[in-house]
């Protein structure tokens, strides 16, 4: 079973960037995707975007476009996302979840990491 | 590229069956077999209890179904239980490589 571990919460100013990360363990021979999914406080689930390990792309929703960015470390168990250009409205609670190739949905997901923009 | 659309609210009683819809475009839900419907509880991560739009994941309850007519898709909890009281999304995959997902229904057990 793989589990996802992500990192711990952050404070950031408007304007700047926040890079979160997952770190993966339990893994058998299939390299999963990552996705990175958010929810504003009391608001609904996003889909920001998908890293794709075996091709070593990613993927984003439209509205991401130019500021996220998703990568991955040399060992190939922790995974990044960086977003920029902060605001207020990028306040959320930031999850990474798995999927197995080509299953197109999302499981297990990791604890969340909270994000909050604040001056 | 909009969130699909689901009610806001939807209860019943218990033993009772009820519907959540999730409404999208032809280039979404009426395209793809790829809609996955997740339950979440208060301050706990989102589970999946369908994907590929009508198969349940091992562990399961067979109360819960799903199904899916044209752009719109459906998901059925007969038997309603205190426990499915919850926040339910439905997440489509779409073209280029993308997911969006529903805007969320509150199921209250009255």
């Known amino acids: 079973q793989v589990l996802l571990e992500q990192s711990g919460a952050e404070v950031e100013k408007p304007g700047a960037s926040v890079r979160l990360s997952c770190q993966a363990s339990?893994?058998?021979?299939?390299?999963?995707?990552i996705h990175w999914v958010r929810q504003a406080p009391g608001q609904g689930l996003e889909w920001m975007g998908v890293f794709y390990p075996d091709a070593d792309t990613s993927a984003y929703t439209e509205k991401f476009r130019g500021r996220i960015t998703l990568t991955r470390d040399t060992s190939a168990t922790t995974f990044y996302m960086e977003l920029s250009g902060l605001t207020s409205e990028d306040t959320a609670l930031y999850y990474c979840?798995?999927?197995?190739?080509?299953?197109?949905?999302?499981?297990?997901w990791g604890q969340g990491t909270l994000v909050t923009v604040s001056s | 590229q909009s969130a699909l659309t689901q009610p806001a609210s939807v209860s019943g009683s218990p033993g009772q069956s009820i519907t959540i819809s999730c409404t999208g475009t032809s280039g979404d839900v009426g395209s793809y077999k790829f809609v996955t419907w997740y339950q979440q509880h208060p301050g706990k991560v989102p589970k999946v209890m369908i994907y590929e739009g009508s198969k349940r994941p091992s562990g399961v309850s067979n109360r819960f179904s799903g199904s899916k007519s044209g752009n719109t898709a459906s998901l059925t909890i007969s038997g309603l239980q205190a426990e499915d009281e919850a926040d339910y999304y439905c997440?489509?995959?779409?073209?280029?490589?993308?997911?969006?997902f529903g805007t969320g229904t509150k199921v209250t057990v009255l």
């Open positions: 979840a798995t999927e197995v190739p080509r299953a197109y949905w999302f499981g297990p």
């Open positions: 997440c489509s995959y779409a073209n280029t490589n993308i997911y969006i």
């Open positions: 339990g893994y058998t021979s299939v390299i999963n995707y």
